[in-house]
């Protein structure tokens, strides 16, 4: 029996700039900062490859002293209708109507909510009472695929059944006010916010890419390269710069393994679907890819148009290559990295 991604949805945030439209801001935010930082910065901004980002908040409350509290608040009324929306979206591309799904997985890292977003998707929605609910709270980036992994192994396990994986995340509610670090700076940079949703299927006659394999892989000691601290002020990003460098060691273990126990190459590989992190990991992939004959233009575009969204992020650039009408037997490899150290891993054929 086979697993099978029938549809793929996004929705943005209602508030949105473009990089250029920010500065002025942060210039009000760097008052009595030395003019060497304060030049740092805009550079940071300028050459994060980023040219918008939207976010639940316009700018000026994103720069407000605001509380944990108020800001966590703000996140939790929006990430509901954010989800909502995109996974009404991608019901609708997949001709379902809400009480055709059996399992709900929803993800997200950037704020505080118990009862999670499942929840309220369910009665707003009006879902199965018996749907089964799975919330992914504490994967960070990878979790975008890490729901498409626990959704194919439930519907492996059971027939003529559908699941809905949505990630929605808003990382401008974890900025920093008072803290003038580089890491929340960088965070600053590349980070969006958005939501996306993905429709499942285990009915033989629905049609979409199979998922042919799927794997996790662990960094071992490197627990502490990224994350969240909870601080009396929110969240406050963890990263280390080691990061890309981190991941281009890894890169020879992650993949050829994981293809070869499919009996193929990086070179049968036709769609590099990979989450792009920032600028310095998408040129890491580029680096390690390009002389393969393989791009990542889709992952790119996604940066530039809309930056990192944490762990919706990979699912808009698979959200891209579903729009495309791809051949019969094209593969695709879903990549995406997050807290934990950790990698996940998709193997797609259409």
């Not at 109507?97 to 997200?108: Q, R």
């Not at 891209?320 to 797609?348: E, T």
Request: aromatic share 8%.
């Amino acid at each position: 029996m086979s697993v099978k991604i029938t549809a793929v949805a996004k929705q943005l945030p209602k508030y949105t700039r473009e990089t250029k439209d920010i500065i002025p801001f942060l210039n009000i935010w760097m008052e009595g900062q030395e003019d060497r930082y304060k030049r740092k910065v805009i550079k940071l901004f300028e050459n994060a490859g980023v040219d918008r980002r939207y976010s639940i908040m316009d700018a000026e409350e994103v720069f407000t002293n605001t509380s944990f509290e108020e800001k966590n608040n703000i996140y939790a009324r929006e990430v509901v209708k954010l989800a909502e929306q995109s996974l009404v979206k991608a019901l609708d591309k997949a001709s379902l109507k809400p009480t055709d799904i059996d399992y709900i997985i929803t993800v997200s890292c950037t704020g505080i909510m118990i009862p999670s977003v499942d929840a309220y998707l369910i009665n707003n929605l009006n879902m199965k009472q018996d749907i089964v609910r799975l919330p992914v709270t504490e994967m960070g980036c990878a979790a975008g695929v890490s729901g498409i992994i626990y959704a194919k192994n439930f519907l492996k396990a059971n027939p003529n059944k559908r699941a809905a994986v949505i990630a929605v995340e808003s990382p401008t509610a974890t900025f920093q006010l008072d803290d003038y670090s580089m890491v929340n700076i960088v965070s600053a940079a590349i980070f969006g916010d958005g939501a996306s949703s993905v429709i499942l299927s285990s009915y033989d006659n629905e049609e979409g890419p199979e998922i042919i394999d799927e794997a996790m892989y662990h960094f071992y000691d490197a627990e502490t390269m990224m994350g969240f601290k909870l601080v009396n002020t929110g969240l406050q990003m963890i990263l280390d710069k080691a990061v890309p460098e981190t991941i281009s060691e890894h890169f020879p273990m992650i993949v050829h393994p994981f293809l070869e126990r499919n009996n193929i190459t990086i070179e049968d590989i036709d769609h590099l679907i990979f989450h792009p992190g920032g600028k310095k990991i998408v040129q890491t992939v580029e680096d390690l890819f390009g002389s393969l004959g393989k791009n990542i233009d889709d992952t790119k575009d996604v940066l530039k148009l809309y930056g990192n969204m944490s762990s919706a992020t990979v699912l808009y650039v698979l959200e891209r290559f579903m729009d495309k009408k791809l051949p019969k037997g094209d593969r695709g490899l879903m990549l995406s990295f997050g807290p934990g150290f950790s990698a996940q891993r998709i193997l797609l054929e259409w």
